[in-house]
């Protein structure tokens, strides 16, 4: 079977969240199912390496608003279909984002492209490969199944939600600019509060929609988390799919991660505290064995809670626990996070900006990871630390509810216990998960018996891609 994949972005070529990560390893797992994958990807300035190694199976002179190609490539175990439209991707910095840090006026037409691009090729096949089922991903691909509403016969698309609050809304006057169906634009398709909704099309039109967690799959059907797209992800219900992500278990592996200082498993788990001296140096950070060293690496916004952690910090610096802090986001939250490291050295270590190698050392040196997210679709770095048997600490919410059981005195008593779970998203609340954390923290037996539990947790995606497997099949009638 063939799937073509289309999405904005992919590790380990461009990446700025989670999908990248999802984008470059599920296929993967896939081709060992016998499924050929093909990822349709703009070809921003980060892939010009590739782009130059590759071969051109297509090229228009006319794609809204200059000319593009296709370009075929092989890298990192994918194979790759590189949109290669330098009037929209040449562009430096963020992929999304202009200098100021505002959306690219274009956005509608960088993406708008991609979709067209993805639905020409549903339809005709590209150098002699034709794909079964078109996999849309989030609001960039989200026209895809309202682009193919104009071919008859043409395959099946699933949609794949991987952030409801990212939606691509522009203004509806471009429907005829992007070439789509004036027709569709209506209450029950494109159509989102007087707007053109890339996102809200993709669930009107397509023939399933997934999620990326069974928790929040039944979430966005509530006006708390549906972002205004309850209604129609309720009415499309039968069609609404959870499939928890995973992650690459190649590239997240502590028995090799050549990113860390010292190596460990579940059986030489001594040999972590040299990546903990580690992360201690590189964040300043007093050497306590009595404490837990907890990590952050997020964006830094108030839907990853990370204003709630900010009121926690006095009594996490008063227990003796340390805090080492990796990301960016909100400038009013990157100024406090380096405040608080002003004001506790040695308690609290923050690093503005992404580093990929630190967040390697950091999940393989921490003791916990803080997740406290008001929302998570799924959430990837939860997983990391199960894997690197860094207890997660995590509100309960969408996957980090399906992923982390909860270290409750039932858990306990019966050895199922894997992190630590709080809710609401509240100081108080979140104060009492990291209590608890370093309550078990000073019993080693439970703490160690705790941490190799996570590092058995199955985080990888043989699962889930079986879940995709079944629903491709399902949409093509093949089983």
């Not at 709630?308 to 227990?319: A, K, Q, T």
């Amino acid at each position: 079977m063939n799937i073509l994949f289309a999405a904005s972005e992919c590790g380990p070529f461009i990446k700025t969240g989670g999908l990248a990560d999802v984008i470059g390893a599920v296929p993967k797992t896939l081709a060992g199912m016998g499924i050929s994958v093909r990822i349709l990807l703009p070809a921003y300035p980060a892939l010009a390496r590739v782009v130059a190694a590759g071969e051109q199976v297509w090229a228009t002179d006319s794609l809204l608003g200059g000319g593009a190609r296709i370009v075929a490539a092989s890298a990192e175990g994918l194979e790759l279909l590189l949109l290669d439209a330098p009037h929209l991707y040449d562009r430096p910095g963020n992929i999304y984002l202009d200098p100021k840090g505002r959306d690219w006026p274009d956005n509608a037409f960088r993406y708008g492209a991609l979709c067209k691009v993805a639905a020409e090729i549903a339809v005709g096949g590209i150098g002699g490969w034709k794909p079964d089922v078109v996999h849309a991903h989030d609001w960039q691909a989200g026209l895809i199944p309202a682009y193919l509403k104009a071919f008859h016969g043409a395959p099946p698309t699933i949609l794949t939600i991987h952030n409801i609050a990212f939606q691509g809304l522009f203004d509806p006057s471009l429907i005829g600019p992007l070439g789509l169906q004036p027709w569709l634009y209506h209450m029950d398709g494109m159509e989102y509060f007087g707007h053109l909704g890339f996102l809200k099309a993709g669930i009107a039109f397509s023939q399933k929609v997934t999620t990326v967690s069974p928790t929040y799959a039944h979430e966005i059907m509530t006006p708390e988390f549906g972002m205004g797209l309850q209604g129609i992800i309720t009415a499309r219900g039968a069609d609404v799919v959870g499939i928890l992500n995973g992650i690459d278990l190649d590239i997240w592996n502590p028995a090799d991660d050549p990113l860390l200082p010292r190596t460990y498993s579940a059986r030489t788990l001594q040999k972590k505290a040299a990546n903990r001296a580690e992360v201690a140096r590189r964040f300043a950070l007093n050497d306590n064995g009595d404490a837990p060293l907890f990590c952050v690496i997020s964006r830094l916004t108030t839907q990853k809670g990370l204003d709630v952690l900010l009121d926690v910090l006095p009594g996490i610096v008063s227990r003796g626990a340390r805090l080492a802090v990796l990301g960016s986001g909100d400038k009013g939250l990157e100024a406090r996070f380096a405040t608080a490291a002003r004001k506790w050295p040695g308690s609290v270590g923050c690093v503005i900006g992404y580093d990929e190698p630190l967040s390697h050392l950091m999940v393989g040196g921490s003791d916990a990871i803080l997740v406290p997210s008001r929302f998570e679709p799924c959430g990837l770095t939860q997983l990391y630390g199960l894997r690197y048997g860094t207890l997660p600490v995590v509100s309960r919410t969408g996957g980090l509810a399906d992923t982390i059981i909860d270290a409750n005195p039932a858990a306990i008593a019966a050895g199922t216990a894997t992190g630590f779970q709080f809710s609401p998203v509240t100081a108080f609340a979140f104060e009492d998960a990291i209590n608890r954390t370093c309550e078990a923290f000073r019993d080693p037996q439970l703490w160690t018996s705790m941490v190799k539990r996570a590092m058995a947790h199955p985080v990888g995606w043989e699962q889930s891609a079986r879940a995709y497997k079944a629903l491709y099949d399902a949409v093509t009638g093949a089983n």
